[in-house]
């Protein structure tokens, strides 16, 4: 992970008080499944005000846990197409996504854009989409080398920067 993504990560968590982790992604579909990935090996290592939701392929699901649970930070994770190599990640404040009618950069049915303008119309949290660069989307299981260490990176950074603003039970 570059030192810029976890500058850009940690100053978008700066005021974070409840945050809802969103792994997207597809088990069958190699590198696709890394945002799940990610939110699996985050489960029981965060502290209680950080809910997790492994969405797969249908984050629309958890609106309604997402808005019950009040976030003041959502974060969505997945694989996605931005033309760089694999394993390299950017984090894309939902302002500054494309519409879903021009280029989509998820590979699944329903447009990010659109889950995010719902859940900011309920409860305007601040929102954003950590997208990494897949190799391998063809049907299959295990992520790429390259992923698979963008997935590690990831998550080791996640655990410190939540733990930073975490609520642990006493």
Request: with cysteine; aromatic share 4%; proline share 6%.
């Amino acid at each position: 992970m570059t030192t810029n993504l976890s500058d850009e990560l940690e100053e978008w968590l700066k005021d974070a008080k409840r945050i809802v982790v969103v792994g997207i992604g597809n088990e069958l579909r190699k590198d696709d499944f890394v945002g799940v990935k990610i939110v699996k090996e985050l489960k029981n290592r965060v502290p209680r005000n950080v809910m997790l939701i492994e969405s797969e392929t249908v984050p629309e699901s958890f609106i309604e846990s997402i808005v019950e649970f009040h976030p003041t930070h959502v974060l969505l994770i997945d694989a996605g197409l931005l033309k760089l190599k694999p394993g390299e990640m950017r984090l894309i404040k939902t302002s500054e996504l494309p519409s879903p009618t021009s280029s989509p950069i998820s590979t699944h049915a329903l447009p990010l854009q659109i889950f995010c303008e719902y859940i900011r119309k309920a409860i305007d949290p601040r929102l954003a989409l950590i997208v990494i660069q897949p190799r391998d989307t063809d049907f299959g299981e295990g992520l790429s080398a390259e992923v698979e260490n963008a997935a590690l990176k990831l998550t080791k950074n996640l655990l410190r920067l939540l733990d930073q603003r975490g609520l642990h039970a006493s």
